[in-house]
């Protein structure tokens, strides 16, 4: 081998394993953190002793939110500023209702008794 051609091929050495350093660095999954955030999906509220469960719920914006009612006696998911009202769900039935597009926290109660109060942040 003559030296140039030696320096070539160290110098292809060289560069094999710089590239495999490189490609094999930080290419691992980006850590998924394990987000506190609201649940995605599958967000329910559910009635019952007449009370709502969970008292605050967060949810996304314009999530489909479903209501279990859980109680023999009809109850309702009513916004305080109606942004949402699910009128009477009997006993034992269930509604869905959508949340509102806008960011916020919106008390509601049952407005059959209307002492039944919790709410909804939209975030
Ligand atoms: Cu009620």
Redesign the pocket.
Known sequence: MTPVRLRAALSAALLALTLGACSSSPSGSPASTGSSGPTPSGARIT?KD?RFQPAELTVHPGQSITVVNE?S????VTADDKSFDTKAVGGGGTASFTAPGKAGTYPYI?T??QY?HAALTVS
């Open positions: 009635i007449f109680d006696t009809a109850h309702t049952c059959i008794h039944m």
